[in-house]
């Protein structure tokens, strides 16, 4: 069975940056990264698709950058300026096209002075 496995979130100070990891055993057409914060939804961050373009929540434009090395199967998630209210729980989401998508376990994310 494929999975998803998410890394590279930890404690960072407001104004720092991170890099995410979403590593699968395949490649798929779409992934994203989505993130929930405690008592919150599961909302979209950014997705990308093969050799597509990057897209954005409004509220990460400027500041994350999602890119995709196909050679390792493997999707980033560079997070620079981040903010306090960029805490929150970091999922992978990843399907092909006309299959259902498949969640890693999430990343612990949390900005904190």
């Known amino acids: 069975q494929v999975q998803l496995v998410e890394s590279g979130g930890g404690l960072v100070q407001p104004g720092g940056s991170l890099t995410l990891s979403c590593e699968s055993s395949k490649r798929f057409y779409y992934v994203a990264w989505y993130r929930q914060r405690p008592g919150g939804q599961r909302n979209l961050v950014a997705f990308i698709t093969s050799g597509g373009t990057p897209n954005y929540a409004d509220s990460v434009k400027g500041r994350f950058a999602i890119s995709r090395d196909n050679s390792k199967n493997t999707v980033y998630l560079q997070m620079n300026g981040l903010k306090v209210e960029d805490t929150a729980v970091y999922y992978c989401?990843?399907?092909?096209?006309?299959?259902?998508?498949?969640w890693g376990q999430g990343t612990q994310v949390t900005v904190s002075s």
């Open positions: 989401n990843a399907r092909d096209r006309g299959a259902d998508a498949i």
